[in-house]
Every structure is written in C-alpha cells, then in structure tokens.
C-alpha cells in the first residue's frame, strides 16, 4: 500500500499533527508588554513599603541626617516599643472587633439574600428587592454620614463600637449580594432539581449545596469587606470620641500629634497594621482570585 508525500517530503498525518502544536505555541506566547509593566507596577508599589519597613528601624536622629531610602545602619526596636506602650493593643483589638463583627454577618445576609434572589419563589418581590441592593451601591457613605450620625445619636450608641459595626455591615451587603448572586446563577439548576427530588428543604439545599460551591465568591467577598472595614477611617471619626473606642486607622492620627514629626514612630504604627491585611491576603489569595475571575472563562 502507498502512501502519498507532498513536494516537502511529509505526510497529510503529519501536517495535521503540525497544526495543533503551532497553535499551541502561538497561545503560549509571553506578553513581554504586560510582563513588564506588571514588573513596572510591582515596583512602585514595592517602594513605599520598602520604606516605611526601613523607616520604622530607624532612630529620629538618624532619619533626619541619613538617606531616606537608605537601610538603617543601627536598627532599632525603640519605636515598635514606644507604640505598644501608647495602647496599640487595644487599638487593635477594637479593630478586630470592629472587622469580624461586621464582617461575619454581612456575609451570611448576604449570602442569604443572594440565594434568595436567584432561587427564590416570589420572582416579582425578589426582583424589586435586588433593585434595592444594587441601587445601595449608588449611595456613598460620605453622602449619608450626618444622617447615620444622627441614627446613631438616636440609638444612644455614640462612641461605642457596635456604632460602627452597623452601619459597616449596611455598607457592606449591596456589593456582597451582587457578587454572590452572579456566582449562584453559574450554579447549574439541575443540581438544585436534585437536591429538592431527594426531599431537601430549601434550608437544607441552601448550606449544603450552595454553600460549598460558592465558597470561592464567599472567600472573595470576606476579604474584600475586612479590608475595607480595616481601613475604615471616616466612620470611627464621626461615631467615637473616647481613646478606648478608636480603631487603628483612627489611632494613627492620634500617634501623628503625640509624636510630632516622630516620623519613625508612626512608620511603625503603619507596618504593624498592615501585617493583618498581608497575612489575609497569603491565606485566602487563591480563593480571591478564583472568585475574582469566576465566568470570565465561560
């Protein structure tokens, strides 16, 4: 039996297998362009870290006279110490409470919410109420503060931190519940279909099916909202007035006029809050980039 050779010497087999591997390698392509500007981004951001981490080694004498990107040649441990004995700890504290507190619960409302929205009975209701969710996102919190002050004025909950643990989980829910609702709706219905012929109830189908298969967006929307209710600034300021309810950002302006231009010091108030946020991110980065770019594949 023979076998037909084109003009190169190589069979049809053999083209057909040739194609596929230079399709491959045209998708595998480096992205010199968006490599190096990610190396470019990385850098810059890299910088004011690198500094504040040298800065909070260094003496204020030193500071002045030496470089400011300089590594210390006498590092010290004396700021780190002034800033414990200035009530850090509880600074602290008050904002891990603040942060779980506010945190844990806008996610399962939210979470709830979105089931519902998605798989829920009453489709006219549910489509008005996430109406309701979406339009919150169109609300900033600089534009309601003073009537949130005066809710909380009313509540007679000034200056304690369930003052900012509402309205933090208020805030927090509209974004959660579109983000967790997108991720329900990827769930197939037939899955849900089975769950209910096997006698689920809808309680049942909501935390053993939903729940596990969107721990992803769940991942996503905890770190987001703890996040941002770390760094939350504008709320502690207007709801608390007592050093013994300040958060950490809030206590850094304190540290900022104790000190003067300690600038040492306060660097070292900035690396101590920003070592939860870093070791937030490390544990849950996966989730957070899976939940990120969930659908983007579809």
């Given at each position: 039996?023979?076998?037909?050779?084109?003009?190169?010497?190589?069979?049809?087999?053999?083209?057909?297998?040739?194609?596929?591997?230079?399709?491959?390698?045209?998708?595998?392509?480096?992205?010199?362009?968006?490599?190096?500007?990610?190396?470019?981004?990385?850098?810059?951001?890299?910088?004011?870290?690198?500094?504040?981490?040298?800065?909070?080694?260094?003496?204020?004498?030193?500071?002045?006279?030496?470089?400011?990107?300089?590594?210390?040649?006498?590092?010290?441990?004396?700021?780190?110490?002034?800033?414990?004995?200035?009530?850090?700890?509880?600074?602290?504290?008050?904002?891990?409470?603040?942060?779980?507190?506010?945190?844990?619960?806008?996610?399962?409302?939210?979470?709830?919410?979105?089931?519902?929205?998605?798989?829920?009975?009453?489709?006219?209701?549910?489509?008005?109420?996430?109406?309701?969710?979406?339009?919150?996102?169109?609300?900033?919190?600089?534009?309601?503060?003073?009537?949130?002050?005066?809710?909380?004025?009313?509540?007679?909950?000034?200056?304690?931190l369930i003052a900012i643990v509402l309205?933090?989980?208020?805030?927090?829910?509209?974004?959660?519940?579109?983000?967790?609702?997108?991720?329900?709706?990827?769930?197939?219905?037939?899955?849900?279909?089975?769950?209910?012929?096997?006698?689920?109830?809808?309680?049942?189908?909501?935390?053993?099916?939903?729940?596990p298969l969107t721990r992803p967006a769940l991942v996503t929307?905890?770190?987001?909202?703890?996040?941002?209710?770390?760094?939350?600034?504008?709320?502690?300021?207007?709801?608390?007035?007592?050093?013994?309810?300040?958060?950490?950002?809030?206590?850094?302006?304190?540290?900022?006029?104790?000190?003067?231009?300690?600038?040492?010091?306060?660097?070292?108030?900035?690396?101590?809050?920003?070592?939860?946020?870093?070791?937030?991110?490390?544990?849950?980065?996966?989730?957070?980039?899976?939940?990120?770019?969930?659908?983007?594949?579809?």
């Amino acid at each position: 039996m023979t076998t037909t050779v084109n003009v190169t010497g190589t069979t049809p087999a053999h083209h057909q297998q040739q194609r596929p591997k230079r399709r491959a390698n045209k998708l595998f392509r480096y992205n010199w362009l968006g490599g190096g500007l990610g190396w470019v981004w990385l850098f810059i951001v890299m910088v004011p870290i690198y500094w504040i981490v040298i800065t909070s080694f260094k003496t204020q004498a030193n500071y002045f006279i030496t470089n400011t990107f300089a590594p210390p040649k006498d590092p010290t441990l004396e700021n780190y110490k002034t800033v414990f004995e200035n009530d850090i700890v509880r600074y602290f504290t008050n904002s891990v409470i603040v942060t779980v507190g506010a945190v844990v619960p806008a996610v399962l409302i939210s979470f709830m919410a979105a089931y519902a929205v998605i798989r829920g009975v009453h489709k006219r209701w549910l489509r008005w109420t996430n109406t309701m969710f979406l339009a919150g996102l169109a609300i900033p919190l600089q534009a309601v503060i003073i009537p949130v002050y005066l809710i909380i004025i009313r509540l007679q909950l000034y200056d304690t931190l369930i003052a900012i643990v509402l309205p933090s989980i208020a805030f927090a829910i509209p974004l959660s519940v579109l983000v967790l609702s997108n991720f329900i709706r990827d769930v197939p219905k037939e899955l849900f279909e089975s769950m209910r012929m096997d006698g689920a109830s809808e309680w049942g189908t909501l935390w053993r099916l939903a729940f596990p298969l969107t721990r992803p967006a769940l991942v996503t929307v905890t770190i987001y909202n703890a996040l941002g209710i770390w760094n939350g600034f504008l709320l502690p300021l207007v709801l608390t007035q007592s050093p013994d309810q300040r958060t950490i950002p809030y206590a850094l302006v304190s540290f900022q006029g104790q000190f003067g231009v300690n600038t040492p010091a306060i660097a070292a108030s900035v690396t101590l809050t920003t070592i939860p946020i870093v070791l937030l991110y490390a544990i849950g980065r996966r989730q957070l980039l899976s939940g990120l770019t969930a659908g983007f594949g579809k």
